[in-house]
T-cell receptor, first 114, second 115 residues
């Protein structure tokens, strides 16, 4: 079962920041937070991941609360092409075989509107 | 840079027919390899994973099997397809060394419709 809770859907205006929340209240110290997105009929695309520090890359920023029980993915300037299902996943850092597996929940369907 | 390819992209197969989906990874050695399935309107489910040639682990009992005949090749098969095997199949890979926080990367996916 997925260890995360996300809203089912969200809307965002084009050009505005999209802030996607995720609750992972049972996360352990050995688990990373990963974000992927899936555009219809395509494979999931890796966005970003983090352990406890905030992270930023060319796609997004990841803000993790100090207690690590929740996080927010920020797309700073959403475009229509960012419309997708966004998955927040926790994964054990000490992987070996299936421990490296990603358990996907149902994600958040983000709709970016003009 | 590393790339992952899987094929065919789309196929329609009759019930009871065999299946073979192939996945190859380029630009890396000894990757961990994964097969996932996504049924319509549902999340991804891990089917098989492999940490090396000939090493296959199954996550769920099913009508499918997997093989890894070469380091960067992963094959998903079935002898007789069922209607319930329809779905979107994804191959994925991850660096197989002991670095924590390694990322899993997905292929383009294969749409299977069993009729």
């Amino acid at each position: 079962d997925a260890k995360t809770t996300q809203p089912t859907s969200m809307d965002c205006a084009e050009g505005r920041a999209a802030n996607l929340p995720c609750n992972h209240s049972t996360i352990s110290g050995n688990e990373y937070v990963y974000w992927y997105r899936q555009i219809h009929s395509q494979g999931p695309q890796y966005i970003i991941h983090g352990l406890k520090n905030n992270e930023t890359n060319e796609m997004a920023s990841l803000i993790i609360t100090e207690d690590r029980k929740s996080s927010t993915l920020i797309l700073p300037h959403a475009t229509l092409r960012d419309t997708a299902v966004y998955y927040c996943i926790v994964r054990n850092r000490n992987y070996g075989g299936s421990q490296g597996n990603l358990i996907f929940g149902k994600g958040t369907k983000l709709s970016v509107k003009p | 840079s590393q790339t992952i390819h899987q094929w065919p992209a789309t196929l329609v197969q009759p019930v009871g027919s065999p299946l073979s989906l192939e996945c190859t990874v380029e630009g890396t050695s000894n990757p961990n390899l994964y097969w996932y399935r996504q049924a319509a309107g549902r999340g991804l489910q891990l089917l098989f994973y492999s940490v090396g040639i000939g090493q296959i682990s199954s996550e769920v009992p099913q009508n499918l099997s997997a093989s890894r005949p070469q380091d960067r090749q992963f094959i998903l098969s079935s002898k007789k397809l069922l209607l319930s095997d329809s779905g979107f199949y994804l191959c994925a890979w991850m660096i197989g060394t002991g670095f924590s926080g390694n990322t899993i990367y997905f292929g383009e996916g294969s749409w299977l419709t069993v009729v």
